[in-house]
């Protein structure tokens, strides 16, 4: 009896002793943290940090990104049918107001030599050229299935001017219903990216409408992330400044188009284009 006794008592002894040495450890680990936080801190600085760096990636109108506990907001301004005359008045603006621009240029300008210079400024400043085809001709585009051979020779007359490769492109009138499904294969094929958009500006038709040009992009643009139709056309050029402004009062960024961070915006939904 006297025997358990002392082995009971024993126990309880070593389990008291561990749980003092559990204490002071636990202790002595808490102060060496809390006396030196710098490493820590950092630690989480460095991943904020990380994080809004991140380009945005497979962004959508109902999948907008989220860092920090903030929704960022996103525009990206889109001209076609240039190079024109106006585009060095285009690239002014938008360097005025640190903006940058997504612009799809047709291979009948691209090919007039004076205006050469302007394409290459254009990339050269940050922004992004794409093709809008050779001709703009709906029955050569989609009638007759020379949309993606057009949108190569375009790409490469980029290419040659500008030194970079482009991928993505823009249908004239919009992908629905020209670019139908066999062409879409040949372009996915082809490795080709197509954007529509999500706003359109109606410029083409507000002629000597500027002020009317602003409201209708503004009246779209209740997203997170926005693809603004727009053309080099005067009118265009008149309403470009009151739009950035106006834009970025409501938070947006106004960010070129990235093809490390390609998200489909076209009227089919094809998730390979």
């Keep these: 009896m006297n025997k358990n006794a002392d082995k009971i008592r024993m126990i309880k002894r070593t389990c008291v ?3 003092i040495l559990a204490v002071f450890t636990g202790i002595f680990f808490a102060g060496k943290a809390f006396f030196s936080p710098a490493k820590g801190v950092a630690k989480v600085e460095q991943t904020l940090q990380l994080a809004t760096e991140l380009p945005v990636q497979g962004l959508g109108k109902s999948a907008p990104q989220e860092y920090n506990g903030q929704v960022r907001k996103v525009a990206y301004l889109t001209f076609d049918d240039g190079p024109s005359k106006l585009l060095p008045k285009f690239l002014e603006v938008l360097k005025k107001h640190d903006a940058k621009g997504t612009f799809f240029f047709v291979g009948g300008n691209l090919a007039k030599k004076d205006l050469a ?3 290459k400024q254009t990339v050269e400043e940050g922004h ?3 093709a809008h085809s050779m001709t703009h001709k709906y029955g050569k585009l989609y009638n ?3 949309f993606v051979d057009e ?3 375009a790409l490469k007359m ?4 500008t030194g970079k490769n482009p991928k993505l492109v823009r249908p004239p009138y919009g992908s629905t219903p020209g670019l139908h499904e066999q062409l879409r294969n040949e372009t996915a094929e082809a490795g080709i990216k197509v954007w529509d958009w999500t706003i359109d500006s109606n410029d083409w ?6 002020q009317g040009i602003v409201e209708q992009v503004m009246k779209g643009a209740d997203e997170n992330v ?6 080099e056309h005067q009118q265009s050029l008149d309403a470009l400044e009151p739009i950035i402004i106006q834009l970025k009062e409501k938070g947006y960024e106004l960010v070129a188009y990235d093809e490390k961070a390609h998200f489909p915006v076209n009227f089919w939904k094809d998730e390979r284009l």
């Design 17 to 19: 002793i561990i749980g």
């Design 117 to 119: 210079p302007y394409v």
């Design 128 to 130: 992004y050229a794409g």
């Design 144 to 146: 007759q299935n020379e």
């Design 151 to 153: 949108m190569k020779e």
């Design 158 to 161: 980029i290419d040659e001017i």
């Design 205 to 210: 038709r507000l002629k000597g409408n500027p």
């Design 226 to 231: 926005e693809v603004i139709l727009l053309h």
